[in-house]
């Protein structure tokens, strides 16, 4: 996650993802694939893509809607095999297996008794229904794919204040919101992984199913190879 492609950036990219494509069955991106959504910018990671011969599935970040011109971008990844879920589920075969991701960019609300409520303003309260949206997709996604051997949650913001730590508390409820935290209680897939939290922590939890905080700043690394059996 948090890949800001930039044209500056177009070879460093390139490098990164031929080294990871020799290891993995399967490359995630949890959002920010630009540095502010701009056409020159998605065809950065494109070109850094294409080469590869892995499934790629990505879900949209913050900044790749800071010009609103997502409906320009997407089809820019999609040239390059990258597959774009936004609120949607996809389902692969990979390696005699059946992998079933959810994705979506998620959205703020906030934790434990940091919450956004329904109430007041009308904008206040429209944000609150945008994050509702993405619970009842979250949900219903998880239970299109609940057949599969393998299940995976791809988001931008994150569903645990866990992963959240290293930010400062008072930032929280624009990072995420635990909201989220239900359908993945009640479907438990087997990972979910986000970014947006440059400063947050690595790993979380939400009841038994593990949250990974992939966001590049926090791993200190451009891929982190997951296994799963």
């Known amino acids: 996650a948090d890949l800001h492609c930039t044209p500056g950036r177009a070879a460093y990219s390139a490098h990164a993802f031929q080294a990871i494509s020799t290891r993995a069955d399967l490359i995630l991106l949890a959002g920010d694939l630009t ?17 590869v011969e892995l499934p790629i599935v990505a879900c949209m970040g913050n900044h790749d809607m800071h010009y609103e011109r ?8 999609q040239s390059a095999g990258i597959t774009i879920l936004e609120r949607e589920h996809t389902i692969l075969e990979i390696a005699g ?41 979250l949900d219903k996604g998880l239970q299109a794919i609940s057949g599969c051997d393998t299940r995976l949650v791809l988001m931008h913001y994150s569903p645990t204040a866990q992963t959240l730590v290293g930010e400062p508390e008072g930032l929280w409820s624009m ?16 990972l979910v992984v986000h970014g947006h939290a440059h400063a ?9 199913v593990p949250v990974y905080n992939v966001s590049i700043p926090v791993m200190r690394r451009d891929f982190w190879l997951f296994t799963l059996s």
């Open 175 to 190: 990072l995420g919101s635990d909201r989220f935290a239900a359908p993945i209680e009640r479907h438990r897939p087997d």
């Open 70 to 77: 997502t409906a320009e971008l997407v089809p820019i990844w």
């Open 200 to 208: 947050g922590s690595f790993e979380g939890k939400i009841g038994s």
């Open 97 to 137: 297996r059946s992998v079933g991701i959810v994705g979506l960019k998620g959205f703020v609300g906030g934790f434990a008794d940091a919450h956004i409520e329904a109430s007041g303003e009308p904008v206040m309260r429209e944000l609150y229904s945008l994050t509702t949206i993405d619970v009842e997709d």
């Open 35 to 51: 540095s502010h959504g701009q056409p020159d910018q998605a065809h950065a990671l494109a070109d850094a893509a294409r080469p």
